[in-house]
């Protein structure tokens, strides 16, 4: 048993590697059948934990993740975010509707949904 590959697989199974150690480790292990066994044999002895333990995000947590997402948008000037259920559809070539959902710089995000047989111009 080779101590690095012992070192390399707990920090690859404990999730602290970045994600470019991360590559290099699974690059290695597709071509080294020792280092392969190490990741496995960490999994095998963390997995039972993970099924083992529940937690609960405190109950505030989706207010405050909308929060920062509204102050975030609040911060680009000039920018439109449309939820869902906001909005409506226009026309914008025959037989088919856009729904601007979100406008900044120049660039704009909307699906499309058109009548069978409509074309969208290029």
């Known amino acids: 048993m080779n101590n690095d590959n012992t070192v390399r697989a707990g920090e690859y199974v404990l999730g602290v590697l970045d994600a470019e150690e991360r590559a ?33 995000p405190p109950a505030d947590l989706f ?16 920018t439109i975010t449309v939820r869902a259920g ?13 729904k601007i959902l ?9 699906p499309t949904r058109g009548q069978p047989g409509a074309r969208l111009p290029g």
């Open 63 to 78: 207010g405050r993740i909308k929060s920062a997402i509204a102050a975030e948008a609040a911060d680009l000037p000039g």
């Open 86 to 98: 906001e909005g409506g559809w226009q026309t914008n070539a025959r037989g088919m509707e856009r």
């Open 102 to 110: 979100y406008r900044m710089e120049g660039r704009v995000t909307y």
């Open 24 to 56: 290099a480790l699974e690059r290695d292990a597709a071509t080294n059948a020792e280092l392969a066994a190490e990741i496995a044999f960490w999994q095998a002895g963390f997995m039972p934990l993970l099924d083992a333990v529940e937690v609960e």
